[in-house]
């Protein structure tokens, strides 16, 4: 039996984990609907390629009552564990804190509060606690880059993330099927990029050239492993979850689903509060997550819209370049996530014609 057992546990680790653990990472990168077939797909792709070898075994019953016994414990043994880790390198336990010895890399105070106030832009850091917070701070190392230097290249391993102090970035990626790579965004201060691999441990998604003389803080795998991994893939499943509800992102890609997390920021409003009052300069786009809102003309005295959660409203500013045309009020404890317009332009620039389109819910106000 013991025998069996270890032969079984050897080809599980050696032939089967190696396998699983790649599509995994790929499949919480990706995202697909359909998640057979996209990893039949992956699967084929990786024998032809690679030539992985997957040994299949379609008739159990074939085999001896104490295989099978064998088989069933393992397998019960790897449920139990899969709460705690899919994988080590996707979910699982890392080394523990004590024994981690975080790299130190001295700096001027100047130079500590630079880093404090990019870093704590990002949701990945936001919720670290003060002695987490340092430790990221110590190991990060300045590293600056000139025009045209390609700082991350698709496809390649990834074994540090970037927080922009200076300058501009542009973010490109190579789609199956096309010959041209695809212009996805442009990087600016303050944003980060380069997580995507140390996170799920898959090699890096798109490739990033600095168009202007740049300058960056790099945090080692290492350190963002121990310290930052966990809170962070939590934080943004949580974020992706929450915008894969909001009807008008459902035209984004997963990639770039994931870009618009670092942008968006929560903030919470009590029953009868104003969001936005009639007239005034707005600045922000705003996605309902929890709650209820009311939209009001001409001082209150017109209610305009009801808003529910997956809804959004402060649009009309961003497409008309015009002071506020209603006020919005929360009829409940709301929750909600916004942007400012320069980063929503940046980001989602396609889903302005989804807005102009929609702008029709409102249109017998506005001609009055």
């Known amino acids: 039996m013991s025998e069996k057992k270890a032969t079984i546990q050897d080809y599980i680790k050696n032939k089967v984990k190696p396998v699983f653990d790649q599509l995994i990472a790929r499949i919480v990168i990706e995202k697909p609907d359909d998640v057979y077939s996209w990893s039949i797909n992956w699967l084929q792709k990786q024998q032809s390629g690679v030539q992985v070898q997957l ?4 008739d159990l019953s074939e085999e001896d009552e104490e295989e099978e016994e064998v088989v069933l414990e393992i397998k019960q043994q790897q449920k139990q564990q899969t709460r705690a ?7 699982g336990d890392y080394n523990k804190k004590e024994d981690f010895k975080p790299r130190f ?5 100047a130079q500590i509060e630079r880093i404090k106030k990019r870093i704590l832009n990002s949701f990945m850091f936001q919720a670290l606690d ?7 701070l110590g190991a990060m190392d300045e590293k600056k880059f000139q025009v045209g230097d390609v700082v991350i290249k698709q496809g390649d391993d990834g074994n540090e993330l970037y927080v922009i102090d200076e300058g501009r970035l542009e973010c490109y990626k190579k789609f199956t099927g096309l010959e041209e790579e695809k212009l996805l965004k442009t990087y600016i201060p303050g944003e980060s990029f380069g997580e995507l691999a140390l996170l799920y441990n898959a090699p890096r998604a798109a490739t990033i050239k600095a168009i202007e003389e740049v300058t960056t803080f790099a945090l080692d795998r290492e350190t963002f492993n121990n310290i930052v991994k966990f809170s962070a893939i939590k934080k943004r499943e949580q974020m992706e979850e929450i915008l894969s509800k909001i009807e008008l992102l459902q035209s984004m890609d997963n990639y770039e689903r994931v870009q618009l997390c670092d942008v968006l920021k929560e903030e919470k409003h009590k029953a009868g509060e104003t969001i936005i009052t009639e007239g005034e300069i ?4 705003y996605l309902i997550i929890e709650g209820e809102l009311e939209a009001y003309w001409k001082g209150q005295s017109e209610k305009v819209y009801d808003y529910k959660p997956g809804d959004y409203f402060g649009e009309l500013a961003l497409l008309k370049n015009t002071p506020r045309q209603a006020t919005v009020i929360a009829k409940t404890d709301v929750v909600l996530l916004y942007c400012d317009f320069n980063s929503f332009r940046r980001l989602m620039g396609p889903l302005e014609e989804v807005l102009k389109r929609n702008v029709e819910r409102y249109e017998k106000y506005l001609q009055q």
């Open 130 to 136: 003060e002695k987490d917070l340092n430790i990221v």
């Open 282 to 285: 707005g600045d922000r786009i």
């Open 85 to 91: 880790a899919v994988s080590a390198e996707v979910y």
């Open 105 to 109: 890399i001295q700096k001027s105070e």
């Open 55 to 58: 040994h299949v075994h379609h």
